[in-house]
């Protein structure tokens, strides 16, 4: 298995629009091209942001690498974002005044009982993970 946790730090003002975002645009379109949803949970950071995270769980990597491309290829999915982002100032202003940290990593399990069937030998992981937001 290969698990992905993606991680935000959120602007508190902006919260529940990217919340809102999540849920009606980019959940239904990984989910609809087998990605798994493991939970999405989020916490106060600080005074003013929230961190909000994700876990992701996928057969393999190389299921992950498939399924991401079906992602950023559906047209009417990156359609949808591009409109989003124009709505509150474009994918910059986005990144720069609601969304201040992202982070798409791999995650492992401490678990005793697991016998490492999660990690990947694919050195191309983290490039693949950080280039993506």
């Given at each position: 298995m290969f698990y992905r946790r993606k991680y935000y730090i959120v602007k508190n003002e902006f919260v529940e629009i990217f919340n809102s975002h999540f849920n009606e645009i980019n959940l239904p379109n990984q989910t609809k091209h087998g990605a798994r949803l493991v939970g999405r949970w989020m916490s106060q950071h600080d005074e003013s942001t929230t961190e909000i995270f994700a876990i992701w769980e996928y057969d393999s990597y190389e299921t992950y690498r498939a399924i991401e491309t079906k992602v950023r290829g559906d047209m009417e999915h990156v359609s949808?974002?591009?409109?989003?982002?124009?709505?509150?100032g474009g994918r910059e202003n986005v990144f720069k005044e609601y969304i201040l940290d992202v982070k798409n990593d791999q995650i492992f399990s401490t678990l005793s009982n697991e016998n490492n069937q999660n990690e990947s030998d694919h050195q191309d992981v983290q490039f693949w993970l950080k280039t993506e937001k």
């Open positions: 949808k974002i591009e409109q989003w982002y124009e709505k509150f």
